[in-house]
């Protein structure tokens, strides 16, 4: 079981991009699916947006308005639309999912992060 984030790269500020989550391997359900991100010479992950299995989203306010959060959930990965990008939006993004494997328990699983720069 593993979760492959993609979609980061560079772009200006007003720009939008789309990130992809995606929960792989033997899986039996995936619960919320979480979005974090880590800026630059931070310590630690800041909650971004969330979307529990039932689809209920919640985000952080500095996204409100500017990021929405979905899933797909017949390949079981979740997204992160963010539009107008802002130079303070810079940061390495993660992709958190609750993840219950076939003859498992459920746990947290971490992708490796995919950076989103943002410039002015």
């Known amino acids: 079981v593993q979760v492959v984030e993609s979609g980061g790269g560079l772009v200006q500020a007003g720009a939008s991009l789309k990130l992809s989550c995606a929960a792989t391997g033997m899986i039996s359900r995936v619960d919320d699916m979480t979005w974090y991100r880590q800026f630059p010479g931070g310590k630690e992950r800041e909650l971004v947006a969330?979307?529990?299995?039932?689809?209920?989203?919640n985000y952080d306010d500095t996204v409100k308005g500017r990021f929405t959060i979905s899933r797909a959930y017949t390949v079981d990965t979740a997204y992160l639309q963010m539009d107008n990008l802002k130079p303070e939006d810079t940061a390495v993004y993660y992709c958190?999912?609750?993840?219950?494997?076939?003859?498992?328990?459920?746990?947290?699983?971490w992708g490796q992060g995919t950076q989103v720069t943002v410039s002015s």
């Open positions: 969330s979307i529990t299995r039932h689809g209920v989203a």
């Open positions: 958190q999912a609750v993840i219950v494997p076939i003859g498992d328990y459920g746990e947290k699983y």
